[in-house]
C-alpha cells in the first residue's frame, strides 16, 4: 500500500463544475497546497485569478475544448495560447471526437500537434473520451497523441457516460510512445481505485475526492 503523500503527489486536484464558486476554488488550491498534489485542474476563467493569488506555490492545469471537444482547431489554440499567458502550467484539451468518427485522424493529429505548439513547453494532456471510442479508435488515438508530441493520453473528461477504466490503461500502455504519460480520470472515488490505477503505470489521477478521501478520517 502506499502511503498518502506518494498518492496525493499523482493527482490533479479538480472542480470543474459549471457553477464552481470562488470559496470553492479558493479551497481547492488551499488543499493542493497543503497536501502537495501535482496540479490543481480548473476552469479556464479562474486561470489568472488563481495565479494572481497563489503565484508559483500551485501548479496550475486547466482545460480547452472542453468537455465536448468539437470546437474548431483555432478556437482551441486561442484557448490554449490564452490560458499559458494567465498562468496555466498544464492544458488538457479534449479531441475532436467527430473528426475521429469521421475515419479522419490525420486531423485530430495535426489539431494535437497544433495545439502542443503553441504551448511549448507547458505539459498537454489529450482526452480522447474512451466512453465513446471503439478498441481500434483508441489505439488510433495512442499513435495520435505520441505522433503529434504530446506528453500525455487522458482517459476522459468526467462529464461522459462513463469515466476510466483498467483495461484502456492497459490497452494504451501497449500502443502510446515511451514519452506519453497515462492520466486517468473520472469515476476514480476510493482508494482502491487510486492504487490500481497507479499500479497499472498512471502518472497522473484526475479526480475531486482524493484529497477528502486520504486525508479526513473514516468512522
Known amino acids: 500500500m502506499r502511503e498518502n503523500r506518494e498518492i496525493l503527489g499523482h493527482i490533479d486536484h479538480?472542480?470543474?463544475?459549471?457553477?464552481?464558486?470562488?470559496?470553492?476554488?479558493?479551497?481547492?488550491?488551499?488543499?493542493?497546497?497543503?497536501?502537495?498534489?501535482?496540479?490543481?485542474?480548473?476552469?479556464?476563467c479562474y486561470v489568472e485569478r488563481v495565479h494572481k493569488c497563489y503565484g508559483d506555490r500551485l501548479n496550475i492545469c486547466t482545460v480547452i475544448g472542453f468537455p465536448l471537444g468539437y470546437n474548431t482547431r483555432e478556437a482551441k489554440v486561442f484557448e490554449a495560447k490564452d490560458a499559458v499567458s494567465k498562468g496555466a502550467g498544464e492544458v488538457d484539451m479534449v479531441i475532436n471526437i467527430a473528426d475521429l468518427k469521421n475515419g479522419d485522424t490525420g486531423k485530430v493529429t495535426e489539431e494535437i500537434r497544433a495545439v502542443k505548439e503553441a504551448v511549448g513547453d507547458v505539459v498537454l494532456k489529450v482526452i480522447i473520451e474512451t466512453c465513446y471510442l471503439?478498441?481500434?479508435?483508441?489505439?488510433?488515438?495512442?499513435?495520435?497523441?505520441?505522433?503529434?508530441?504530446?506528453?500525455?493520453?487522458?482517459t476522459s473528461t468526467g462529464?461522459?457516460?462513463?469515466?476510466?477504466?483498467?483495461?484502456?490503461?492497459?490497452?494504451?500502455?501497449?500502443?502510446?510512445?515511451?514519452?506519453?504519460?497515462?492520466?486517468?480520470?473520472?469515476?476514480?472515488?476510493?482508494?482502491?481505485?487510486?492504487?490500481?490505477?497507479?499500479?497499472?503505470?498512471?502518472s497522473r489521477i484526475g479526480t475531486s475526492s482524493a484529497v477528502k478521501l486520504l486525508t479526513e478520517p473514516t468512522d
Not at 488515438?141 to 508530441?149: I, S, Y
Request: charged residues 30%; hydrophobic residues 40%.
Open 14 to 44: 479538480t472542480l470543474l463544475k459549471a457553477a464552481a464558486d470562488w470559496k470553492e476554488i479558493r479551497k481547492l488550491c488551499e488543499e493542493a497546497i497543503l497536501y502537495e498534489t501535482a496540479s490543481v485542474c480548473i476552469p479556464p
Open 134 to 154: 471503439s478498441e481500434q479508435e483508441k489505439i488510433a488515438m495512442c499513435r495520435a497523441v505520441t505522433h503529434a508530441g504530446a506528453d500525455y493520453i487522458k
Open 159 to 202: 462529464f461522459g457516460t462513463k469515466g476510466a477504466a483498467i483495461e484502456d490503461i492497459r490497452l494504451f500502455k501497449k500502443y502510446i510512445g515511451e514519452n506519453v504519460k497515462i492520466k486517468a480520470a473520472g469515476g476514480i472515488r476510493t482508494r482502491e481505485d487510486l492504487e490500481a490505477f497507479l499500479s497499472e503505470g498512471c
